[in-house]
Structures are given as structure tokens and as C-alpha cells.
């Protein structure tokens, strides 16, 4: 197994006996850790990653990893933007204002569904999204729901919010024209990971809607630094997703922290976006940055089709530091398994 992939994911127990929990370190997608930030820097042709050749995969996180240096222009880029983003200076893209406001309205408990229906009116897209939810496998009864309140009611508030949150992250991902597969790459791999993080959150002993918007707004920095890069590029001009997943690789935590705290996210969601690959360091809400990385990790897996990695993971770091249980391991990888072929599917459909 190529060392590359076994260094981005926790390495398979040698003895049989359950291992120690260790602290956590970042999973490593470049072998120099200098390179992050020095954007650009060369090294050698060898080695290189073998990028998997799947509609589903760009793979941004892989692309970071190739050692070749970079064109003089792209990396003239990268590090205009590097400067910018050590000096906190972001672009960061805005939440549509009905989405704001639903949000906050969903949060409340006393929350009058004749208001909600009434702003989810107004954004003809989040109403069919809503429909079509609510009629879907997940929530759907032996009774299709016909109207918008019906569909209210069948998913409830908290499935409102996991509803809102991603009509709003794949409309302000997909409203970047630009750079259209890396947009896409960035909203395939954030559904995903939700939908991940959803299905296995039960065997974690947490709740479900919280666990998909753990997954899906854990990478937001990516949001924002693609629209700074899309801003940056010339009309005609195009980019090599090695800089791309550099770019990410190097940042979208600092900028995960600055768009999560536009977006009025909550602390927790705030946290993870800002600090989940080095989960163990973030002392405030360890657990749900565990259960991203895990989930990030879990895609990347099943993405790549290595059933070997993805046993691997059952003696991973992040399941040590959650606890969970040696015997309700490869139910989890089951779960991950049927829940990132149920978000291809779903994909597929809403593309369709």
C-alpha cells in the first residue's frame, strides 16, 4: 500500500487487542510540512499519488499531495493569496438573506410554522428541495407530503436547519461559474461527509441532524477560498487542482473560522470548521471534530474503492478518542459504506 495514503489515514492495528488512544496529529497530505505555507515549493517528480480516475473524485485532497513544482504564474498566485489570508484579509461569500432568516426563525422553539412557510415561499428552489425531502426515503410516509406545511411538519425543525443549510452551501458552491469542477468536487465530497456523518452518528451515541451539519459545513473554508481564487483568476485563465488542493490543504481551517463566524454559526460548528483535522487539540468540542474527521476520512476511503484502507479505519484514532466499542466498529463501516453510495445516488437524482 503506497505510503502516501497510509500516512492520510490511521494505520492498522498490528495486535489484535484494542490499542492505546494516542494524540491526535493532522492527517498528512504532503510529506514536508513547510510546503503548506510556502506555496509552490518544488520538489521531486517520484512518488507521486495515484489519482483514482471516478466522476466523484477530483480528488482535491490527493491533488495535494503531488511534489512537482508548480507553474511560475500559479504560484505567483498562491502566494498573493497566502499573504492575504496570514493577514486575516478574506473574501468571504454571503448566506442569502431568506436562508439567514429562516435560520435564526428555525432556531427558536416556539418557531410559528405559518412564518416558516411563508419565507420558504419566497425561495422556489428551497421549496421543492423541501418536498422532495420530506417525500424521500429518509422522512417519507405512507401519505406523500403536498404542501409546504405538511412537509414542515414531517421533518421537523432540526431538519429544517439540515435542509436550509444545504440548499445554502450548494447554491453559494455552485453560483462560483468558475472553476465549476472544483465546485463540484466541493459539494459532492461536503454531502458526503454529512450524509456520513448521519448515518453513523447513532453508533457514536449522537444525534443525527447535528451530525450531518457537522459534516457538511466542517470544510466551509473551501467555499470561501474558491471564491477567492475564482476572483484572483483572469476571465480565460484556469488552474491545476495541485495548487487548488494546496491551497486548501494549507488554509481552509483559518478560513473555515472566518466564514463560519459570518454566517453566525453556531460555537460548535464555528470550532470544527476552524479546527477538526487535529480534533484532539480542540478542547471545546473534541467529539464533534472527531466525528468530521472520521467522516472526511471514511469518504476518502470509500471514494478511492480500498477496502483495505477502509478496515484500516477501524483502528483509527478518531474511534479511539470517541470510545466506541471494538464490536460496533464494522457495523460503522457498513453504515459509512451504504450511506456514501446513498448520497451518489442522490446526487445522481437531484443532477438528473
Known sequence: MLTWLKNLLSRRSPAPSRPKPRPSARPRLVEDASA?????????????????????????????????GLPPEERALLEGLTARLERGEFDLPHMPATSMALLSLAGKANAEVPRLVELISSDPSLASELLRTANSVLYGGQVPAQTLEQAVMRIGLRG??????????????MRLGKLQRFSEEIWRQAFSVASIARRIAPILGEDREHAFLIGLLHDVGKIALLAMLAKELAPDADVSPHTVGRMFYAHHERAGAALAAKWRLSDELASIAGCHHRFAENEAFGRGAAMASLAHKLDLCLGLDDPEELQALAWSEELEFLQVPQERRRKLLDEARAAYQESLRESARAAA
Open 36 to 68: 503548506d505555507r510556502a506555496a509552490g515549493a518544488d520538489g521531486d517528480a517520484g512518488d507521486k499519488p495515484r489519482l483514482v480516475n471516478k466522476p466523484a473524485l477530483t480528488n482535491l485532497d490527493l491533488a495535494a499531495q503531488r511534489r512537482e
Open 160 to 173: 429544517l436547519r439540515s435542509l436550509i443549510f444545504t440548499v445554502s452551501v450548494k447554491g453559494t458552491v
